[in-house]
Each structure stands twice: as structure tokens, then as C-alpha cells.
């Protein structure tokens, strides 16, 4: 009796593989997905484009992807209602971009004073960031997972040296996020420009500085044409990442398989985008300076205690939004805390006494 049912499960499992191929092709799906980087930018816009590629080829072909960078199918603030409204199917973009439709996007990239890449994404992974991401997605009618990461961002480019507070005061300034609006509270003029457009802006002077991302990237954009004072470690961006943001009914219509195919590409792009960015800033800092006479600078404790002040404000405007704007930043700030306060007793206390043994500041 157990041998006959074997047969009969056998002979069903022939049937079922002579099935499979013309299944598979039947389920295959083209994706488009939009992009708020240039096409072949160095950094972002590279990795937005091995993504894509590397879903594809993940999935062996069964979600096909057609990737258009900023302004070949869309213009690059425009991709959130072209994949909110089902035109596409994603976006690769930084959330923070969104704050005018809810500022409590801006968590889901970076915050001023906030969590660095390796922060977050303990945050985001296993203490209740992305159900938080989730959350605010999905009342736009959006699903993102995160893509890519920068690490410390460089505080920005200007075309004269900020010594104090009052030195910021007047200036023009590109700058998105709550990073702009505490910029704002110190005097600046902020501005909030796709990457393709910042240079043209710096050069005419339109704007009298601009951040961006930090020496790989920034190295190809030639601000130093414009701009000769570039300062390190920014308040504005620590870290956090980038995301690859779908269309929830889209996401939803997807199987098992097919999801795990996405969050698998997604996941290797956003540790090998931090990492190509941490292998290549040194070299190209050295680039900027030696090449193209850029002067390096950092932020006083005077500008540094400015922004903090500036900061809080942010950060209670920001949750007198809303309730759901409260309760992300109830969860980022505490787990800012928790996890914050543990790395500086480890990976800070090393890093400080290596670099200051081994004489590398």
C-alpha cells in the first residue's frame, strides 16, 4: 500500500516538472523602477543601477527590470507619486526627500545628530524601524526597504570658511531633510535640489554652498570649481540609508519567492553601497586636496553647539506634526540611546585610542 502511494506521488511529481517551464515563463513581470539619481553617477547613481540589474539576475529573469534614471521617465521629486499612483513600480531615492508629505520620512534616511549607518540599521532590522517604515509607507500607499547607505556625510562645500554661527547667516545653501530646517533656523536660505542640478547652481551662485554626500561621491561633481572649503563630518546626515520604495498593491501581488528575491537584491546594495563608499573616500579626499587645492575643515564646538540648539527645535516641530511623527521619533530616540550609548563604550572607545596610538589624527 505505501509503495503504490509512492508511485502515485511520484507520477504527480513528473506531471508537475513537465508543468514547470511554461509556469515559470507565464510568471514572469517586468518592473519598472525610477530613480532620483543621474544615469552612471559615480556612487548613487551606479549602485541604483547594479540593483536593478541585480534583481534581475536573481530572479533568473523572472522579474525583469527597466530602470530610468532622474529625468529619462520621470523628473527625480517626482518619482514617490509615480510609484504611489502605480505608474511604476519603485523608486530608488532618499526618503527624506518626502518630508513635505510627512516629515516623519526623513527618519527612514537620516536626521540631524542621529543614528550612523550601523545604527540604524540595528534600528531598522531588529528593534522596530522598518514596521515603524512600514507604517508611514503604507498610508501613502508604498512599501521601502533600505538600498544603500553613505555613512558620516561631509558637512558641505562653501565658498567662504564658517568660523561661527554668524558666518551662516545669509548664505544660500542646498541642503534637504531636518538638516535643512535647522540650517534655516540659523539664518540660512535652504534650497532642496536633485543631485544633476547642484553643480550648475554652485557655479552660477545661486547657492553659496551645498552638501552632498562625502569624497567618492562628491569628488566627480567638481564643487571645488565653485567652492574650495569643504568640511568633514556633518549634524545634518550620520547615516541611515537609501531606499527602494514599491508600490504596495504591486509589493502585495508579489509571492513568497518573488519578495524574498527583492529583499535579498536590496539588502546585498545597501551593505556593498556603504562599503565601495568607505573604501573609496580616503583616496579620493587625497584627490580633492592634492589635485585641486580643496582646504579641509571641521566645524567648531561654537557652530556644533548651534546646530544642537537649532536641532531640538526641529525635533519638537517635527513631532508636534502628528501622532505617527511622535512615535517614530519616540522609537529612533530611545534606541539612538540604547544602541548609541553601547557602541561608544566599544567601537568608539577603540577607534579613538587606535587613531590615537597609531597616530591617524
Known sequence: ??????????????????????????????????????????????????????????????????????????????????????????????????????????????????????????????????????????????KALPCGATGTQAGGWFNKEIESPEDLKGLKMRIPGLGGNVMSKLGVSTVSLPGGQIYENLVSGAIDATEWVGPYNDYFMKFYEAAKYYYTAGMHEPGGGLAFGMNK????????????????????????????????????????????????????????????????EVFEETRAHSALAAKIDDSFQKNLREIGGTMALFETTFVNQRNRVLGLV
Open 1 to 142: 500500500m505505501h509503495r503504490r502511494k509512492f508511485l502515485k506521488g511520484a507520477a504527480l511529481g513528473a506531471g508537475a516538472t513537465a508543468l514547470a517551464a511554461p509556469a515559470i515563463a507565464q510568471q514572469r513581470k517586468t518592473m519598472t523602477i525610477v530613480s532620483t539619481w543621474p544615469r552612471d553617477f559615480p556612487g548613487l547613481g551606479i549602485s541604483a543601477q547594479r540593483l536593478a540589474a541585480r534583481i534581475t539576475e536573481l530572479s533568473e529573469g523572472r522579474l525583469t527590470t527597466e530602470y530610468f534614471a532622474a529625468g529619462e521617465r520621470v523628473g527625480a521629486f517626482d518619482s514617490f507619486d509615480e510609484v504611489a499612483s502605480g505608474n511604476s513600480q519603485a523608486y530608488i531615492a532618499a526618503d527624506y526627500y518626502w518630508v513635505g508629505k510627512h516629515p516623519g520620512f526623513a527618519y527612514f534616511t537620516s536626521v540631524p545628530f542621529g543614528m550612523t549607518t550601523v545604527e540604524w540599521n540595528a534600528w531598522i532590522k531588529f528593534k522596530g524601524g522598518q514596521e515603524l517604515w512600514d507604517e508611514i509607507s503604507g498610508e501613502f500607499g508604498l
Open 249 to 312: 498593491s504591486w509589493w502585495e501581488s508579489l509571492s513568497d519567492w518573488e519578495k524574498a528575491v527583492i529583499e535579498a537584491a536590496c539588502m546585498e546594495e545597501h551593505a556593498a553601497a556603504y562599503e565601495e563608499n568607505m573604501a573609496n573616500n580616503g583616496e579620493y579626499m587625497a584627490k580633492l586636496v592634492n589635485d585641486h587645492g580643496v582646504e579641509i575643515r571641521n566645524f567648531n564646538d561654537d557652530i556644533w553647539d548651534a546646530f544642537g540648539e537649532a536641532a531640538a
